[in-house]
Each structure stands twice: as structure tokens, then as C-alpha cells.
């Protein structure tokens, strides 16, 4: 089975340009600050800067969700996660779709959440069929909730 790999580009510009705006709004803070040095002031040019920069940071980076499929486990790797996630083939008690999100139950941890809510259609589309495709291959048991069938 092939890797599914879904390029993001909504989110990303996005968080871009919140992140611009939360540094600009820190530097003139920081530049109110200079005439009359209020608490305030200096608390919100500091505030705004790092949320700029939480904001840019995660944006800079590869905008992509995958999952990439080994020989007896699965890497994932979602928006906006820092790290990817692997699954062992036998630690997957079942996954299940739902409109918002997959979910990937596994016995002995906790259960990967993939939400798919700020997708567009067309890949929700394939994020479903390619769960569904590699639940059938893989037998892992299927469960859908919310789609009206």
C-alpha cells in the first residue's frame, strides 16, 4: 500500500500571518513602552512577541500531514505535531472515523487522535478512503460514526 501524504496550505498562511501581526503588535508594545515604561506595557510587548513567534514557528515547517506505512507498524506524522507518532501493527485495537477526526485505538497506550476538521473536502475524501482501503488490508477492525450509514 502506498503512503498517503496531504499538503496543507489554508492553515499554514494562516498562522503566518496571526504570527506577523502578534510580533508587529509586540514591537510597537515594546516601542509604547519606551516613552513612559508602564508594567503593562512591557508585560504586553513581551506577551505578544512570543505568541508571534509560538504562532511562526510551527508554520515555517513542513506543512504536510502523512502517514507512512512499514512493514509491521505505521509512522504518522499530522499538522502542526512536533514529532511523528509509530504504531505497531499489534498494538491497533481498531480505528474509527468520524466527520471530525480518525482515531486509532491501541491496546496497551493511549488513542491517536488524527483530526481532519480543518481539511478541505477533497482531503477528508482521500484521508477517509485511504483508512479504509489500509483497515481492509491490514485487518483492523473499522468502525464509522457520524456519517449517516
Excluded at 509586540?26 to 508594567?39: L, R
Excluded at 485505538?105 to 482531503?123: I, S, T
Aim: with cysteine; proline share 3%.
Amino acid at each position: 500500500m502506498e503512503n498517503l501524504t496531504i499538503k496543507h496550505k489554508t492553515h499554514v498562511i494562516l498562522r503566518r500571518f496571526l504570527g506577523v501581526i502578534a510580533i508587529i503588535c509586540g514591537i510597537i508594545y515594546f516601542i509604547i513602552s519606551i516613552g513612559s515604561p508602564k508594567t503593562l506595557n512591557i508585560i504586553l510587548s513581551v506577551f505578544w512577541t512570543l505568541f508571534g513567534i509560538a504562532y511562526l514557528i510551527p508554520a515555517i515547517g513542513p506543512s504536510e500531514s502523512s502517514v507512512k506505512i512499514g512493514e509491521d507498524h505505521i509512522v504518522i506524522k499530522w499538522l502542526n505535531w512536533l514529532r511523528s507518532k509509530t504504531v505497531q501493527d499489534s498494538a491497533i485495537e481498531k480505528i474509527t472515523l468520524t466527520k471530525f477526526s480518525v482515531l486509532i485505538d491501541r491496546k496497551n497506550d493511549k488513542q491517536v487522535k488524527l483530526p481532519v476538521d480543518f481539511f478541505e473536502l477533497d482531503q477528508k475524501r482521500e484521508v477517509y478512503a485511504y483508512f479504509m482501503e489500509l483497515s481492509k488490508q491490514r485487518n483492523y477492525p473499522l468502525e464509522k460514526i457520524g456519517f449517516g450509514t
